[in-house]
């Protein structure tokens, strides 16, 4: 697990800002318009059959982080952005431990920014890789 941690105002900013993150149970480990990197503890309540996190949490884990990312590259002119397409590509199961997202913008643009977000797990396996587009809200 990443030993950094966001600054609590920042995180509590990200849970003002999308509450579901909070409901979710994410952390945030660092935010930066570079990176924001987000973690997401396995337990049952988040599993699908097996003992396995659910595909949903951890795109919902994704698309925290990857939100959070494009927001930090708004231009000075937008307020908001929204994900308006998500592929991800499912690599290995989450059966314990922790999942580690870490979104990287690939594109800021003033209509659309596009994140990459890879998921590991805590041995640091690649668990998904998440590319996502979002609109830019003026």
Known sequence: ???????????EFARTAMPFMALMGAELVSLGPDEVVGTLAWSP???T???????????????????LVAFLNLPETAQA??????SSQFLRAVRG???VATARPLHKGRQTIVVETDVHDDEGRL???VTQSQAVLH
């Open 1 to 11: 697990m990443p030993e950094q941690v966001a600054d609590p105002k920042l995180t």
């Open 45 to 47: 309540e988040r599993c």
């Open 49 to 67: 059959s097996g003992d396995v996190m659910h595909g949903g949490a951890i795109m919902a884990l994704a698309d925290t982080v990857g939100a």
């Open 81 to 86: 952005t929204t994900t308006i397409s998500s």
């Open 97 to 99: 431990g922790i999942a």
């Open 127 to 129: 668990v998904a890789r």
